[in-house]
């Protein structure tokens, strides 16, 4: 789905970024590979599924920021950061998911806006729920510097729920009337 010119520059800029980035991840250690690896994933998945190009620069641009942030440890050293990344991220990946979800038919296409709401903090909750159980895994199986915590780790899922109730506000509040997420609405003498 096109966007604004600047959002097609955008994605590319940041997709050189994330292989850039990636390919730094080597010289440091197994952990952050694979923690680049995982932006790659992040970074392809929106783009392959033409989701809307804005929403490709923002939700690249957060898990870019976001990855950096734990590499170069500015979550210890910038009070705050990691809430706000990890709400923001976890509502832009659960928008996603609902766009894709909705796109596949997984979803229904007319779902009121409550229920969007609804479904987008669900998703957000489980995927913000996946990535904790992901960093204990890390820290108490791989790596013992990645930090975790029980002030962490339920500030994250709060800061991941409260994200994507936002974000799926958001998307309700942007959706056409009668149409689904995303959408341009019903086309006239569509059944």
Do not use: K, N
């Not at 609902?98 to 009121?112: F, K, N, S």
């Not at 992901?134 to 990645?146: F, L, Q, R």
């Amino acid at each position: 789905m096109p966007g604004p010119p600047w959002s097609r520059l955008g994605t590319d800029a940041l997709a050189v970024l994330g292989l850039a980035s990636f390919v730094a991840a080597f010289w440091r250690d197994g952990v952050s590979v694979a923690l680049f690896a995982l932006v790659l994933l992040g970074l392809t998945v929106p783009r392959v599924c033409r989701l809307p190009g804005p929403f490709q620069v923002a939700s690249g641009a957060t898990i870019l920021l976001g990855a950096w942030a734990a590499v170069l440890d500015w979550y210890v050293t910038v009070p705050g950061l990691d809430v706000l990344v990890h709400a923001v991220a976890t509502g832009l990946l659960a928008v996603a998911a609902v766009l894709l979800m909705t796109r596949v038919g997984a979803l229904p296409e007319q779902l009121p806006r409550a229920g969007l709401v609804v479904v987008t903090t669900a998703l957000g909750t489980l995927l913000a729920v996946l990535w904790e159980a992901g960093e204990w895994v890390g820290h108490s199986w791989i790596d013992e510097a990645i930090q975790v915590g029980y002030d962490d780790t339920v500030g994250d899922l709060v800061a991941g729920v409260l994200g994507s109730a936002v974000a799926g506000a958001a998307l309700a509040s942007r959706r056409p009337a009668g149409g689904g997420p995303g959408s341009r609405g019903r086309r006239r003498g569509a059944g």
